[in-house]
């Protein structure tokens, strides 16, 4: 059973740096086949992929957040780290760190931390 957990700070200041870390258990971030995604949810929005790090530590960003979005990993803590520069009052949202694969016809997510509140505020 893979378990992922996100810390952080849950109050960051506009213009600040958001920082996020996903820590796994159960499942190495190097093992073949997998990625980890950062995933988020603004309030009364829909789900919106930010980006992730596959097995070989190459990353991936959404176009739209690129600017501002960067993502690593630290092997040997097994643990993955979103940095979200910055911030707006439209960064407030729940995050999600994610395990996602290339499946036989979708690409899947099958494991999800439970989320970390972060509120943008002054």
């Known amino acids: 059973q893979v378990q992922l957990q996100e810390s952080g700070p849950g109050l960051v200041k506009p213009s600040q740096t958001l920082s996020l870390t996903c820590t796994v258990a159960g499942g190495s971030i190097t093992s073949n086949y997998y990625d980890w995604s950062w995933i988020r949810q603004p309030p009364g929005k829909g789900l919106e992929w930010m980006g992730a790090?596959?097995?070989?530590?190459?990353?991936y960003v959404s176009p739209s957040l690129k600017s501002r979005t960067s993502i690593s990993r630290d092997t040997s803590k097994n643990q993955f780290t979103l940095q979200l520069s910055s911030v707006t009052l439209e960064d407030t949202a729940v995050y999600y760190c994610v395990r996602g694969y290339v499946g036989s016809v979708h690409y899947t997510f099958d494991y999800w931390g439970q989320g970390a509140q972060v509120t943008v505020s002054s």
């Open positions: 790090i596959a097995e070989s530590g190459s990353t």
